[in-house]
């Protein structure tokens, strides 16, 4: 069974007009391999509650649902705050909003949905949700249980919120912020907005990436946490007072933060047979880094690169021992803190 609510449709269900807005839908689909289109114009329109349809499920996990929605206008949402809600084997979601203050949660339960590891290029992903340049003080919510999971999160402007909670195996978290541009997992061509924050958070055994990027502004916030091993992490800010704190637990991670900017801070700890590069580029900067435990074979590695003035660089490992850390700084009024504990480390110190 397929659903499709065209505008006009919307407008019955809803309100007096497709363009005036305070529309709704509440919708539900049992089953498999069902379709959804929603196209909402004008402002304070909303899909979800009454009390809480938005589903599209199936109790044998089949799935192959899609979901396709666009609202234009100001104060829309769908789902509100929460239910949303998708379950079963290769679910997709497209969700596109063009406006400020509007608002998205969704729920996947599953395998495949996203069709994994797509999101890594930020082109093609079949689970994504747009809030264009126009956004501001927009809000995204999304969580995934199950494996091979992906997501791709866009949000053009400042003051807008994305957090993305995935629980499985091989999941790929794509979010970007405050852009206009395209990326191609970070060849960058990035805009800019101020004050926006990224929240996301892996938890499983094995094998999930993270590509967050926030374009050019002021106060931004990441905050990244990864619990398992195999994990990676790719994190670029470009502005002013900008802050990315990085968390990666267990075995094999690796961690590529950048900052470009004026007092920046930067955070990264790991735990064994880590791999960690960490890189700013202007003055005022900080950079606070940490690799621990480990056995004889499984050494970490690090290097820590900050060019400009007036930069700190706090960074330890320690474990069985074989650890590495290299760290440079240029310019002037630099200060660089390092500790390691265990037998047979290698340190590199460059101040010029």
Same mark, same amino acid.
């Given at each position: 069974m397929n659903l499709l609510l065209s505008t006009a449709v919307v407008a019955l269900i809803g309100a007096t007009s497709a363009f005036a807005g305070s529309n709704t839908v509440y919708f539900t689909q049992n089953d498999n391999s069902q379709t959804a289109q929603i196209n909402q114009g004008? @402002?304070?329109?909303?899909?979800?509650? /009454?009390?809480?349809?938005?589903?599209? #499920?199936? $109790?044998?996990?089949?799935?192959?649902?899609?979901?396709?929605? !666009?609202?234009? $206008?100001? +104060?829309?949402?769908?789902?509100?705050?929460?239910? &949303? %809600?998708?379950?079963?084997?290769?679910?997709?979601?497209?969700? +596109?909003?063009?406006?400020?203050?509007? @608002?998205?949660?969704? #729920?996947?339960?599953?395998?495949?949905?996203?069709? &994994? %590891?797509?999101?890594?290029? !930020? &082109?093609?992903?079949?689970?994504?949700?747009? #809030?264009?340049?126009?956004?501001?003080?927009?809000?995204?919510?999304?969580?995934?249980?199950?494996?091979?999971? &992906?997501?791709?999160?866009?949000?053009?402007? $400042?003051?807008?919120?994305?957090?993305?909670?995935?629980?499985?195996?091989g999941g790929v978290a794509y979010v970007r912020q405050g852009t206009t541009g395209y990326d191609q997992s970070t060849g960058r061509w990035i805009g800019g907005g101020s004050n926006n924050a990224i929240a996301i958070g892996q938890n499983s055994w094995s094998g999930n990436a993270v590509v967050a990027m926030q374009g050019n502004g002021d106060g931004n916030n990441m905050t990244l946490t990864q619990d398992g091993d195999q994990l990676y992490t790719n994190a670029w800010q470009s502005g002013y007072s900008n802050t990315i704190s990085s968390s990666q637990t267990g075995v094999g991670s690796t961690a590529w933060i950048s900052q470009n900017g004026a007092r920046n801070y930067a955070q990264s700890n790991q735990g064994y047979y880590a791999t960690a590069n960490l890189t700013q580029t202007g003055n005022d900067n900080?950079?606070?880094?940490?690799?621990? $435990?480990?056995?004889?074979?499984?050494?970490?590695?690090?290097?820590?690169?900050?060019?400009? /003035?007036?930069?700190?660089?706090? %960074?330890?490992?320690?474990?069985?021992?074989?650890?590495?850390?290299?760290?440079?700084?240029?310019?002037? /009024?630099?200060?660089?803190?390092?500790?390691?504990n265990g037998a047979g480390n290698i340190l590199s110190i460059i101040q010029n």
């Open positions: 004008g @402002d304070h329109n909303t899909i979800g509650q /009454s009390w809480r349809p938005f589903v599209q #499920q199936n $109790g044998g996990l089949a799935g192959y649902n899609q979901l396709v929605v !666009n609202q234009s $206008g100001n +104060n829309n949402w769908v789902a509100r705050d929460l239910q &949303g %809600y998708q379950s079963g084997t290769q679910n997709t979601a497209v969700i +596109n909003q063009a406006g400020n203050q509007n @608002d998205v949660e969704l #729920q996947q339960a599953g395998t495949q949905n996203g069709i &994994g %590891y797509i999101a890594y290029n !930020n &082109g093609g992903a079949y689970n994504s949700i747009q #809030q264009d340049s126009t956004a501001a003080s927009s809000k995204v919510s999304v969580l995934q249980n199950g494996s091979l999971n &992906g997501f791709d999160v866009l949000q053009g402007g $400042g003051s807008n919120n994305a957090s993305l909670t995935q629980t499985g195996t900080q950079i606070y880094g940490s690799q621990f $435990g480990g056995q004889a074979g499984y050494s970490n590695v690090a290097t820590v690169t900050q060019y400009g /003035s007036g930069n700190y660089a706090n %960074y330890s490992q320690s474990g069985y021992g074989g650890n590495s850390l290299s760290l440079s700084q240029t310019n002037d /009024s630099n200060i660089s803190v390092t500790a390691q």
